[in-house]
């Protein structure tokens, strides 16, 4: 294919170089004063204006660290002629005492937790009214333990 302009064939032979107007540490530089400029520094803790208290001395009024206190409650459906829970060795007849009895001690220990403890052969059922005596009661921490299972290893028991 031949070029029929000579200004187009003149366009087409020049090599063209590009260049750069400024040095790249010029750039750099710039740069960095920019950064520099507008970064606000941290204000040194000690320049702030903090008044403490003068009278009060160092920790006025002392707090009681209170221990955790953990109650287990063991479930016992299997026989209705016997109590259904068992909170701390104090016999609970009914779901209603449960829940009352757990609000009086999440009052007395705020980190309270509440081991629930299955008896073999006691239905699910009574397992969720423990539960949810904990949930009435406001009880967040609750764990479970459960009775040995042949072939799986043998569960801690505590009494």
Known sequence: MAVKSNLVRRMLEEEYEFEIPTSMIDVVFLL??????????????????????KDAGINPIP???????????????????KYLFMLDNLEVSSQPELVQKLTIAAKSSPQLSVVIVGQKDTPFLYIVWALDACKQARIDDVKFEGFDVPGMGQASRDG
Request: aromatic share 10%; proline share 10%; no cysteine.
């Open 32 to 53: 960095l004063i920019f950064f520099l400029a507008a970064t606000k520094f941290k204000v040194p803790e000690n320049k702030l204006d903090v008044e403490l208290p």
């Open 63 to 81: 707090t009681e660290v209170i221990p955790p206190r953990e109650y287990r409650v063991k479930v016992d459906g299997r026989d209705e002629t």
